[in-house]
């Protein structure tokens, strides 16, 4: 059996009271003494602190040195396109299997200054070896480091202020665009992204550095600790999917409503069009659709309906099966992420769905997502 890995302000947690728990090989604090839905409103109405250092940091770049190098192996390995995306900006995308299933979602981050071009990426906790073995596998000529740093989240409508209290500069940013910061005298990195549908910054943070940084944030009335419990409610409530969750190596991008990541370029008719893994698939389901969707479902039935819960019609077929579910804590009622047969969805208005529940029956009905607005600064 394989022990639990520990984040570098694992004490720190432990100090501030957090129920800590087992999250992809990793000792995670899951909630703090004030409670889940208490961390939830605070970071909906102010700022908080979110340890997310059990993500795999990567810096890759070309062994030659050459940025078109750099470029066209990753072109080569994800569906993106490097012309005219500009230094410093962040993008999603995904690593696809050979039938177009997602691996893994990433986030990326182009860096270049006519001298140096590199890619910063983060990827999903449990998958961090299977990725670095899937990049090696399809990038040969490409150099690829673990960042050895904590990774902070900063959430809410107060973060900007809160962390330009350290650094001025982070107030410049704008949603999805990437910085080095100067912090307590720190060189750290700075993504102004997160998980929560909030404003806020990912913190990328020398070991050494990181538990000052984060006291010195906490110190500031607005901010404090939140777990991976509010993580997971706020980001529901964005209509965010979850890898492991919602999103698989058996769901394609466009299933998931995540084609939105592929640049025009690579889709069909685009100058890159294809030349991905998975590419075949993933085209042929833009030009003739897909077969189901993940889709927002909400219930105003007073039954939670967590994951794994089906979905049927009026003949009790089952057409669907929950993914994520929750009582949503800013609505009120059952909020969920489901995945449902299109020709059901296409139907839905004329055949209501319900959710199973042991013997209940709650009614359930297609939404548009987010299911809370997302209030990113643009």
């Avoid at 500009?86 to 997602?102: E, R, T």
């Avoid at 998980?195 to 901010?223: C, F, H, K, N, Q």
Wanted: glycine letters at 8%.
């Amino acid at each position: 059996m394989t022990d639990t890995r520990r984040v570098p302000l694992d004490a720190m947690h432990r100090a501030a009271g957090a129920k800590m728990g087992p999250f992809a090989g990793w000792e995670m604090p899951i909630q703090y003494p004030s409670g889940l839905k208490a961390e939830h409103q605070h970071t909906r109405e102010a700022a908080s602190l979110f340890d997310v250092s059990h993500m795999g940091q990567l810096r890759v770049t070309a062994a030659d040195g050459r940025a078109a190098t750099l470029h066209a192996q990753l072109e080569a390995a994800l569906p993106v396109d490097f012309e005219d995306w500009a230094s410093g900006q962040q993008k999603y995308s995904y690593l696809l299997n050979d039938a177009g299933g997602i691996e893994d979602d990433l986030m990326l981050v182009h860096l270049t200054d006519g001298r140096h071009a590199e890619v910063r990426i983060v990827v999903n906790a449990g998958n961090r070896d299977a990725d670095l073995k899937w990049f090696h596998r399809h990038c040969p000529k490409l150099h690829f480091e673990w960042v050895p740093a904590a990774l902070l989240a900063l959430q809410g409508p107060g973060a900007e202020q809160a962390l330009a209290a350290l650094d001025p500069q982070a107030a410049s940013l704008r949603f999805m665009q990437a910085a080095a910061l100067k912090l307590l005298g720190a060189d750290c990195f700075a993504t102004r992204s997160g998980y929560t549908g909030e404003d806020g910054y990912e913190i990328s943070i020398p070991v050494e550095a990181a538990e000052a940084i984060a006291a010195r944030l906490l110190e500031i009335d607005e901010v404090r600790w939140a777990g991976l419990g509010a993580r997971d409610t706020l980001r529901l409530e964005a209509g965010l999917p979850l890898h492991g969750s919602d999103i698989g190596p058996q769901t394609s991008p466009v299933e998931a409503g995540l084609a939105f990541a592929i640049p025009k370029s690579r889709r069909p008719g685009g100058p890159k069009a294809g030349g991905f893994p998975g590419a075949e698939t993933v085209l042929r389901q833009f030009a003739e659709g897909a077969h189901r969707k993940l889709v927002g479902l909400v219930s105003h039935d007073p039954v939670p309906i967590r994951a794994h819960s089906a979905i049927v019609d009026a003949h009790e077929r089952q057409i669907g099966e929950v993914s994520s579910g929750t009582v949503s804590p800013t609505l009120g009622h059952p909020v969920m992420l489901a995945w449902l047969e299109r020709q059901a969805i296409e139907h839905e208005a004329t055949a209501p769905l319900r959710a199973v529940v042991r013997d209940k029956r709650p009614a359930v009905q297609v939404t548009s997502l987010p299911f809370v607005p997302k209030r990113y600064k643009r």
